[in-house]
């Protein structure tokens, strides 16, 4: 039976004991990771927060009920002991931080016993991500899931010691908030002492952090919890968090400096990694071009080349096709892929034609220097020879083509290129490139709805040389927004909003929003906007995705304390479940009948 | 028209420009406070979050326009000002950090203008608090409000580094949870993807913070957001902020003591107060004794008197009859106010009867040696000597004295004390009164369910040394519970929590649960308690009533940027609202007809 603890103060963690207290008295406690009995000898080893450390109960010199308690160990149990350091009478383990010492303990107590877990207590992968999850407070105690909390921990203990070195206040901006017309993926609050209205979960603090610029705040963040109800795609969860930041009196370039030192405080303090400020900038139409994205990852090169211009004499109707349509034709250099076999081409035609390509030309430029093709037939020589040298090929090159409309052009490529890159090991996993991803277009046509919708917000600053065309030529512009990228993941964005009246009321009709459908969508900040607003910027990072990559980690689930699964339940506390009819009878609601729920 | 603040960037906050750059130009930002026009001389006072600065438009020297802008400003108009510092011309302004200097502008822009706002910002309090709420962001602009925010930003900060020091990991715990037959004012969110199924927001994070114990955190912190949906008395919000930690491996000692360096530092750091420590600690019983409260304000005396013994011999049918039910008789030495009239003193009686008592006895002791007495008739002499004496009654002072069983006599005495005491002026309100009170019962007999019910929670500790009474007489059992009180309110408070079985066991009993009722309301947390649970400990605090003190603000609504009212509903935002039925349908419910809602 599990005793009490009175009586014994821990002196130590366990990794907090070192050689320098041989001979000292101590006091450890935590989890027994394993015992394994030695003659009159039995070894635990003892596991905390901080780490491992080696328990020796020797059966001549311990107290009968004790060393008859050590021996009725098993793992998980907790105890607490006392007992002298020592040098380890057995071998010295390399691996383990207190590998010379152990404890020879001289008082033991069982604080909880535990039943077999279902699963053992360290860091090997075999155990189904379903019955982690179950127990996620045993998953929890793995050395690598610990090791994520922490970091998690320090980054944001140093985000916030740099922001508010900077001037920033923390602001808490409410949960309960609106829910929006544009809202369509807020989570929905019933209220009791509203029965029949709702409050919206916020999908960010947007429309209140630029509330606090029109309050004077000038310089806000918050770690932000965020709510998103829709379909969970594999690496998202229904709540996840910002580091959201808001400044007033700045323009791209402030935000940038300011988040620039950010990064590089939190990679230093966090993982002692040295980050080269400023950062590489490319505007949103560059990175295309090169990339195919507008979240690069540039630890690798194998850019997009524009061979339109090349191949505009051609008769190959893929080619010519896509150039009469306003399309373009772009290739890819896959250095030494040259000799790759049939199979291996055809599996890049194939993931190219998921992106909806139609298809991928390519031309082999093998070692021995014969060269094969996919449309060399259509093609004249001199053609060909100038697209060989348009693309720099050389011998045990493999050169692949894309041919469509812009948007498919890029969208192929840039996820073929990462593709190639990734199964044939061109990016070097030491690094993390960091980029500023700048230009954005304003808008964005969208054919369902007929009409140019925002790509970032509706409050998003247009460009000032191109606010001459904001009625005349509106997808031309381009806006004031930012993304930073780390090795080609979207870390975080953001952009300088419109201050000035007569440009929103630019940008609303550039939408076609009606006066009234603004007011419906944001009244209270526009009202806010009529007395006196500063202009103003911000950026938020996911914090999730951001601590994914600092931990090495694949999912975002690894980074979170107590994650959902794709259905947004949590297979722990069982969450989302049933509730009592009268409370949904206080809240002025009811479920309705299944008929009205078949899928 | 606005302008772009494009070409200047601001060089100084309004408050940071001293005598120090007279000579300098220098580029400020803000509000325009004021504007007086002199002569060929324009004056602005220009706000931002630092404070104030003078601007000086100068007609002669100034361009054309830039005086005709200048001439346009009106309060509330965002402004950039470029110019050179010097002494000022006029006479110095004693008041302001920046008093003795001006900025002598050389170009102007507007950034914004703004319409003439609801109510002037300033902190004169003749607002009404709707009008204020509606446009929170004018209000908000309130150097009063202003410096409230600052504070609370400093307080977090403060407590984070503290936390971080002393080995706290900052943990997120889910806020979309799951509500149980405990939560009936947990606030529900239906699930898009489970239809018919709800997530409940937290009213604490009681149950995670307690699963990262058992997952080997060993000491976690959270500023955490908790929510309770209830009829908000005066003074509650909807959603609340706590500091939430919980300890492994420690006991009350060691949560008292790490909790009063925090609060130490807090202090410290933000307000520059020395806080005492070790703090004062009280027995709940004591507490109740002394005081009629277990959150009682020792900034002043007039503790209450036990009289029972000395009245138990009288014929006075209210103090026998209450004595012979099993309650007592005590009495509060209001000195200083044996001479108030009768209309005063019947207030007082008034004010007893509001929390239960059937009357009030009182003696007069008039600074001319009268005495004036409601039961002097039902008492012998030397019984009124008695009582007197008892009461340490002098010349002066006023004694009142209530009858009736326990809790209703510390009722009526500890809030008369406190209405007495604000009243007539006894407590110095420059006092930090921080107190512990610990030992509370660890149930309470509830008469509704007739059973007892756990006064901190299910999980807290008994002390070791009554766990003999728990099977036996489980009313007289203490707990290992602790509040902190700073001036008669409770910032916090937390226990240490059962982490034996056979214990929790007990005290499910005492609650009258079967297994299952346990299972149901706890069960996943009961199921971690059998793989190994350390001892644990933790403290919560409510930030706002924290930064309320702190603020010197009678309303938490003063501390929170974007509060609740009454009703729960947001002035601002209008929050809650309406939703469109689609977005109902998706979560498989519906509004229920109006006949329900009837009040």
Redesign the interface.
């Given at each position: 039976?599990?005793?009490?603890?009175?009586g014994l103060?821990?002196s130590h963690?366990c990794t907090e004991v070192s050689r320098e207290n041989i001979g000292e008295k101590v006091t450890v406690?935590?989890?027994?990771q394993k015992r394994r009995n030695l003659g009159s000898l039995i070894f635990v080893d003892l596991?905390?927060?901080s780490g491992l450390l080696q328990l020796v109960f020797d059966e001549d010199t311990l107290a009968d009920d004790d060393y008859e308690k050590a021996n009725s160990l098993r793992n998980?149990?907790?105890i607490?002991a006392e007992g002298e350091v020592q040098k380890r009478s057995a071998a010295i383990n390399e691996n383990l931080k207190t590998g010379d010492i152990e404890i020879k303990v001289t008082k033991l107590r069982i604080?909880?016993?535990?039943?077999t877990?279902p699963f053992p207590v360290d860091d090997q992968q075999t155990v189904k991500d379903e019955l982690r999850l179950k127990?996620?407070?045993?998953d929890?105690?793995r050395p690598n899931l610990?090791k994520n909390?922490?970091i998690?921990?320090q980054v944001?203990?140093t985000a916030?010691?740099f922001l508010?070195e900077e001037g920033f206040?923390?602001?808490?901006?409410?949960?309960?908030?609106?829910?929006t017309?544009e809202g369509?993926r807020?989570?929905?609050?019933?209220?009791?002492?509203?029965?029949?209205?709702?409050?919206?979960?916020p999908q960010s603090p947007q429309l209140?952090k630029q509330?606090?610029m029109?309050?004077?705040?000038?310089r806000y963040y918050q770690i932000a919890?965020c709510?998103r109800?829709?379909?969970l795609r594999a690496d998202r969860q229904?709540?996840f968090?910002q580091i959201d930041m808001e400044l007033?009196?700045v323009?791209v370039d402030?935000v940038i400096d300011v988040n620039e030192r950010l990064l590089k405080r939190v990679f230093k303090d966090v993982l002692n990694v040295d980050v080269q400020i400023p950062m590489k900038r490319l505007t949103y139409q560059e990175a295309m071009d090169r990339f195919g994205s507008d979240k690069p990852d540039t630890r690798f090169g194998m850019e997009l080349v524009n061979v339109s211009e090349t191949v505009s004499g051609c008769d190959f109707m893929v080619f010519k096709g896509a150039l009469e349509n306003g399309g373009s034709v772009r290739g890819l250099n896959a250095r030494g892929l040259g000799d790759l076999g049939r199979k291996k081409i055809d599996a890049f035609v194939d993931f190219a034609k998921e992106f909806g390509a139609k298809g991928l030309a390519y031309i082999q430029l093998k070692e021995d220097g014969s060269v094969k093709s996919s449309f060399a037939k259509f093609m004249k020589e001199e053609e060909m020879t100038a697209l060989i040298d348009a693309m720099e090929g050389k011998p045990g090159d493999l050169l692949l083509f894309a041919a469509d409309k812009d948007s498919v052009v890029y969208d192929v490529l840039g996820n073929l290129r990462l593709e190639i890159g990734k199964k044939y090991d061109m990016i070097d996993e030491s690094l993390y490139n960091f980029l500023w991803v700048t230009e954005f277009p304003l808008l964005e046509w969208n054919e369902e709805q007929n009409r140019y919708t925002a790509m970032h917000h509706p409050f998003t600053m247009p460009m000032?040389e191109d606010l001459e065309y904001i009625d005349t030529d509106p997808g031309k512009v381009r806006a004031k927004a930012y993304d930073i990228v780390l090795n080609g993941t979207e870390l975080g964005g953001g952009s300088v909003r419109i201050?000035?009246?007569?440009i929103q009321k630019a940008m609303f009709k550039s939408l076609g929003f009606t006066e009234e459908d603004a007011n419906e969508r944001f009244g209270?900040l526009l009202e806010?906007?009529?007395?006196?607003?500063?202009?103003h910027a911000g950026l938020a990072y996911g914090l999730d995705r951001l601590v994914m990559w600092m931990t090495g980690e694949d999912s975002i689930r690894d980074v979170?304390?107590?994650p959902?699964v794709k259905?947004?339940?949590?297979l722990?506390?069982?969450?989302?479940?049933?509730?009592?009819t009268v409370?949904?009878?206080e809240?002025?609601?009811?479920?309705?009948e299944n008929d009205?729920?078949e899928e």
């Open positions: 039976m599990a005793e009490s603890m009175a103060s821990r963690r406690m935590g989890w027994v596991r905390d927060r998980e149990y907790v607490a604080l909880s016993e535990s039943k877990p127990y996620r407070y045993l929890l105690r610990q909390l922490l998690r921990s944001t203990k916030r010691d508010a206040l923390e602001i808490e901006t409410p949960i309960l908030g609106k829910s017309p369509a807020d989570y929905l609050v019933p209220s009791r002492v509203h029965p029949g209205s709702f409050y919206g979960l209140f509330l606090l029109c309050s004077g705040v000038d919890k709510f109800d829709e379909d229904p709540e968090t007033s009196f323009d402030d000032e201050h000035r009246d007569d209270f806010a906007f009529q007395y006196g607003v500063p202009p979170i304390a107590f959902k259905d947004a339940s949590c722990m506390t069982q969450a989302p479940g049933g509730v009592v409370q949904l009878d809240l002025g609601i009811e479920i309705k009205t729920n």
